[in-house]
């Protein structure tokens, strides 16, 4: 049998370990977590920027949407002609109500494209059943299907204008990385063909433009000229009513997943929290590394006194610490790697994207292995030089002994104290005996209350953002009409809204950007529309004028309807509000753009009823 006859230096950095395991087991602990989050972290980071935004690119995104009225497809071919564009494709959106066989009805958006074998912009991916749809049929998105508990075979119905109802047969079920995800807004995504519009009483014709430009694709402003020399030279010499031009997403520079700022957003969050946990880790190795070397100050003098250098002491207790540290990035990498899972496969789920297999970047790796090996090193040399530093003789005879005049201020001060109890004496002169360590413990300790003060502040500021948003939309019923809208729809609501037209100035030289101006009657108090003043007064100078004659015609559009229809049911009159809101800008960017928003909130139910308060006037 032979024996493997380890050096005394290696028997006593085992003995070290094993004889203090609850430090031990602290210090690896410690720089586990940290290994963990930083790969947590990262490689999340890492998976949804190759699943998310690389499926997004991959299905060649719209730089620009110009929403037009209604065209013919071949419109789409003389904006793909130009030079400066790359490709164009039409696509007809309708908003409706959609019914499954169980379970409430949820807002769903039809579109429909004039050939779903051929879809070049935006691309679906087919995920079962069939690609295309044919008369009374429909593709469902993902995971609209989910939230609307059908699959391919089922029916569900669909309700236009609030008129008659059609019911479809789901014949597919498609990826669409391009639409808000159902859990979001719980908005559903279907897919249709034109004749089935027409079948459920639509007049054909497409609404919507995907543009693709031919260079400097990313440049903002260069992807918005391009769109409004579309609209000057080919779609408003057609005989089109240019309604909107926008870039994809919510402040998204073009070619960027509607969500990217977003996302970027919280990743920078969790980044900042993984870099705290960094220092956090750090506090305690040195904390732990000065107590040892505290501890055993004799054992360093006696080695020094039998012949050992103090390379070989530094040596041995470095280490020591690359041994935990060696253990810590053991148990810290597959924690990293479950967390990064978990991180991503939550994100996949909210913001519908597949995660197409789950493993540990090299440049992840790397920088764990920095972590959790080089970084305890590297905060342990400060404590671990210092420590043996000191000379034979102060380590085995002045051990433990004090020299009143290298005392510092606390110090001195302490020791003329007489009043207090000798245990608190002693607790407080050992507190400060080590300054640098008690500097340490305190940097750890902040920085373990910031982390948790962080975390909860975090939530907070986003809940609170949440409630001030929902402060500018604290209505039922929003009502658009823009640009094309259906001839029967505009005239059942001609009644409802009907405020004086009146053109904004236009902003010489600004490209891309909305001028609107919403006028709410002596209505405030409801708290239907709320918005914050940064600067200035409510309105000034010329605008005073033009805001009051539009809230004079809003308020008596308002009141008249809502005193009407409270008139026929024998009610006495309620308020209700009327939000209007109108926008232009210049010919260099967006095309005017008028939307009429009736505005109602109610604990009854208002889905039919344009005006409806509980507050009696």
């Given at each position: 049998?032979t ?5 005394t ?13 609850s ?6 602990l ?16 890492s998976?949804i920027?190759?699943?998310l935004?690389g499926a ?7 730089l620009?949407?110009?929403y ?18 790359e ?7 309708v ?15 039809l579109?429909a ?9 935006d691309?679906l ?20 299907a989910?939230g ?13 204008n609030h ?13 669409d ?19 089935t519009?027409q ?5 054909p014709?497409?609404n919507?433009?995907n543009?693709v430009?031919?260079?400097n694709k ?5 992807v918005l000229?391009?769109?409004?020399l579309a609209?000057?030279?080919v ?35 969790l980044?900042?929290m993984g870099?705290?946990?960094i220092f ?9 590394i000065s ?6 100050i004799?054992?360093?003098?006696v080695m ?9 002491i530094?040596?041995?207790y470095i280490?020591?610490?690359l ?17 990064a899972w978990?991180l ?23 920088l ?6 080089l ?8 404590p671990?030089?210092?420590g ?11 051990y ?6 290298r005392?510092?201020?606390i110090?001195?001060l302490?020791?003329?104290?007489r ?12 507190t400060f005996?080590?300054?640098?360590r008690?500097v340490?413990?305190?940097i ?19 809940t609170?953002?949440t ?17 094309g ?13 009907e405020?004086?037209a ?9 490209v ?6 919403d006028?709410?009657p002596?209505?405030?108090?409801l ?15 010329a605008?005073?004028d033009?805001?009051a004659?539009?809230e004079?015609a ?16 024998g009610?006495?009159?309620?308020r209700?509000t ?11 960017g ?12 109610s ?15």
């Amino acid at each position: 049998m032979t024996v493997v006859e380890l050096h005394t230096r290696w028997i006593k950095i085992l003995k070290d370990i094993w004889d203090h395991k609850s430090r031990s087991i602290l210090v690896v602990l410690s720089i586990a977590v940290g290994v963990a989050a930083v790969g947590m972290i990262n490689n999340a980071k890492s998976m949804i920027e190759r699943d998310l935004y690389g499926a997004y690119q991959a299905g060649n995104p719209a730089l620009v949407q110009v929403y037009v009225s209604p065209f013919d497809k071949n419109l789409a071919a003389a904006v793909s002609g130009m030079r400066e564009v790359e490709l164009a494709e039409a696509r007809r959106t309708v908003a409706a109500t959609g019914y499954p066989p169980a379970g409430p009805s949820r807002d769903i958006n039809l579109t429909a494209v004039p050939d779903f074998n051929d879809v070049k912009i935006d691309q679906l991916t087919l995920e079962s059943g069939a690609a295309s749809p044919g008369v009374r049929e429909i593709l469902l998105e993902r995971q609209s299907a989910q939230g609307l508990g059908v699959t391919v075979g089922d029916q569900v119905t669909i309700e236009i204008n609030h008129q008659r109802r059609y019911a479809l047969t789901v014949v597919g079920i498609v990826h669409d990385s391009y639409v808000r995800p159902f859990a979001l807004g719980k908005q559903a995504a279907g897919y249709v063909s034109m004749d089935t519009l027409q079948w459920m009483g639509l007049q054909p014709g497409y609404n919507l433009l995907n543009v693709v430009v031919a260079d400097n694709k990313y440049n903002r402003e260069h992807v918005l000229a391009v769109a409004g020399l579309a609209r000057d030279r080919v779609i408003e010499p057609a005989g089109y009513i240019v309604g909107r031009i926008q870039i994809p997403g919510f402040g998204s520079n073009p070619g960027q997943h509607w969500a990217q700022n977003q996302i970027n957003g919280l990743l920078l969050v969790l980044q900042v929290m993984g870099v705290l946990t960094i220092f956090l880790t750090g506090g305690l190795v040195i904390n732990t590394i000065s107590a040892i070397m505290t501890q055993q100050i004799k054992q360093i003098g006696v080695m020094r006194s039998i012949g050992a250098v103090r390379g070989q002491i530094v040596g041995m207790y470095i280490v020591n610490v690359l041994f935990l540290s060696t253990l810590g990035l053991l148990i810290g990498l597959p924690l990293g790697l479950l967390g990064a899972w978990g991180l991503a496969e939550l994100a996949a789920n909210f913001l519908n994207f597949t995660l197409t297999e789950i493993n540990l970047p090299v440049h992840v790796a790397l920088l764990q292995a920095a972590v959790g090996l080089l970084m305890p090193i590297g905060v342990a040399l400060a404590p671990i030089i210092s420590g043996t530093r000191i000379s034979v003789y102060d380590a085995i005879y002045e051990y433990g002994l004090t020299d009143e005049r290298r005392h510092g201020l606390i110090e001195s001060l302490l020791i003329k104290v007489r009043r207090l109890s000798p245990p608190i004496m002693l607790s407080l002169r050992n507190t400060f005996r080590n300054k640098a360590r008690l500097v340490f413990t305190l940097i750890t300790l902040t920085l373990a209350g910031a982390m948790f003060i962080a975390a909860f502040s975090t939530r907070s500021s986003l809940t609170g953002q949440t409630a001030d948003i929902q402060h500018y939309v604290a209505f039922d019923a929003a009502l658009n009409l823009p640009a094309g809208s259906n001839r029967l729809a505009v005239e059942r609501n001609r009644d409802d809204v009907e405020p004086d037209a009146h053109a904004l100035p236009e902003a010489p030289g600004v490209v891309g950007r909305k001028v609107a101006v919403d006028a709410v009657p002596d209505l405030a108090p409801l708290g239907l529309y709320r918005n914050r003043l940064a600067h200035g007064e409510r309105a000034v100078g010329a605008d005073r004028d033009l805001a009051a004659e539009i809230e004079q015609a809003l308020g008596r559009a308002g009141r008249a309807r809502g005193e009407r229809e409270h008139e026929r049911a024998g009610e006495p009159p309620h308020r209700s509000t009327l939000t209007a809101s109108r926008s232009s800008v210049s010919k260099n960017g967006i095309g005017a753009n008028a939307n009429r928003r009736a505005t109602s909130r109610s604990g009854n139910d208002c889905s039919r009823v344009r005006y409806c308060l509980t507050a009696p006037l």
